[in-house]
């Protein structure tokens, strides 16, 4: 059975753990708790060097690290991942997109204003986020203005990778509601077959 060591408010886990699901794969959650430094000890590090969440332990006893890696191992000869090669390099695109130009910026706000609760303490950081979250944000509306998904007209983990912290944007400060396609594209990606919610227990 895989195992997935995480921390479970992350959206960069649950990524996995919504792919998982989703393909019906049977998995361990191992909580790690990283507000009390558990990715720094020597046994996470063993697992993943870079000492960072998540990390899958396959059934054969390797570590990959990485949630974007993860998604597109997890995904190989699903449905999830297209196999004509031009569109399966768009799926990298938007995965490289996700983790350069979104990620930082909108889970980054995330973290410091949800999850630590120190938005007073990080102000002047989260106004310098804002920008580059609000253009990543237009390139994702301007896309979804016309398309239904991100590749092929069809739910792939492209639209996994950028789902996870698209749809809590506004615990990072981020108003979703000058978005309105980014906004018919979160329904649709929760009305996806064994969807379930970033706060969801399995």
């Known amino acids: 059975m895989y195992k997935l060591y995480e921390f479970f408010s992350s959206g960069n886990c649950y990524k996995v753990r919504l792919l998982l699901n989703q393909l019906d794969i049977a998995f361990e959650r191992i909580e790690i708790d990283i507000l009390q430094g558990e990715s720094r000890n020597p046994d996470f590090l063993s697992k993943n060097p870079n000492g960072r969440i998540p990390v899958l332990e ?5 570590f990959l690290a990485e949630s974007n890696a993860i998604l597109f191992y997890l995904s190989e000869g699903t449905n999830f991942l297209p196999t004509d090669s031009f569109e399966k390099a768009q799926v990298l695109q ?14 980054t706000s995330r973290y410091w204003i949800s999850i630590l609760g120190k938005a007073a303490e990080y102000r002047e950081a989260l106004k310098q986020k804002k920008a580059g979250g609000e253009a990543a944000l ?4 301007r896309h979804l203005t016309e398309h239904k998904f ?7 983990i492209a639209d996994i990778a950028l789902f996870a912290y698209t ?7 981020f108003d979703l509601a000058e978005f309105p396609a980014i906004q018919d594209w979160i329904e649709r990606v929760q009305e996806q077959p064994k969807h379930i919610g970033i706060t969801q227990q399995l």
Do not use: C, K, N
Not at 94 to 107: D, G, V
Not at 150 to 156: A, C, D, I, L, Q
């Open 58 to 62: 396959t059934e054969t006893g390797q």
């Open 94 to 107: 938007w995965l490289f997109f996700e983790q350069y130009s979104h990620e930082p910026y909108i889970a």
């Open 138 to 141: 237009r390139v994702m509306e």
């Open 150 to 156: 991100f590749v092929g007209e069809r739910y792939t």
């Open 167 to 173: 749809h809590v944007a506004d615990e990072g400060g």
